[in-house]
Nanobody, 127 residues
Framework: QVQLVESGGGLVQAGDSLRLSCSASGRTLSGYAMGWFRQAPGKEREFVAAISWNGSNRKYADSVKDRFTIFRDGTRNTVNLQMNSLRPEDTAVYYC????????????????????WGQGTQVTVSS
């Protein structure tokens, strides 16, 4: 069982930046492809960004490309989402997700591919 914990959410103004972090309680995230999803009120959970377990491959939703960056720390125990140029439409609860894989380069972009989820962290962007 992998327990994921997100942190770094908050209330910011449009144009500001935030960094979200995700870690696994008591264990390393090596061997796991990781992703970030978000869910706004009244909407379905949507893919935001994903990274392979070795950090070599990344994918982004078109809506966040060139503004958000997903990366793993040197020890691969934390996965971060750097969010720049935030917009009101980025307001949502952001969830970290993990999927065990033997494929070092694999990225996963759909909800059903992930086995473990965090509780989410709220990001609110005011106009």
């Amino acid at each position: 069982q992998v327990q994921l914990v997100e942190s770094g959410g908050g209330l910011v103004q449009a144009g500001d930046s935030l960094r979200l972090s995700c870690s696994a309680s008591g264990r390393t995230l090596s061997g796991y492809a990781m992703g970030w999803f978000r869910q706004a009120p009244g909407k379905e959970r949507e893919f935001v960004a994903a990274i392979s377990w070795n950090g070599s491959n990344r994918k982004y939703a078109d809506s966040v490309k060139d503004r958000f960056t997903i990366f793993r720390d040197g020890t691969r125990n934390t996965v971060n989402l750097q969010m720049n140029s935030l917009r009101p439409e980025d307001t949502a609860v952001y969830y970290c997700a993990a999927a065990f894989t033997f494929n070092l380069n694999l990225v996963r972009t759909t909800y059903g591919e992930y086995e473990y989820w965090g509780q989410g962290t709220q990001v609110t962007v005011s106009s």
